[in-house]
């Protein structure tokens, strides 16, 4: 059950971020505002295909400085 809320919900934010393109490219033009969605897109993108930018596992609390 949980990866199908996960793959709901990507699918709704690629689906938001595709409308914003779409909003600030076609419908009115917004140059800066197109390339910042664009930029978190293809971002986004990238984090899921490769799954080594990914973070492996986080602590709280715990950090290498400590030690």
């Known amino acids: 059950m949980k990866g199908f809320i996960s793959i709901g919900s990507n699918i709704l934010l690629y689906g938001f971020l595709l409308w914003l393109l779409y909003g600030s ?17 293809i971002l986004a993108i990238v984090v899921s295909l490769f799954p080594s930018l990914r973070a492996k596992g986080l602590s709280p609390g715990h950090y290498p400085e400590d030690e």
């Open 25 to 41: 490219t076609i419908h009115e033009w917004d140059p800066w505002f197109a390339f910042v969605v664009g930029f978190v897109l």
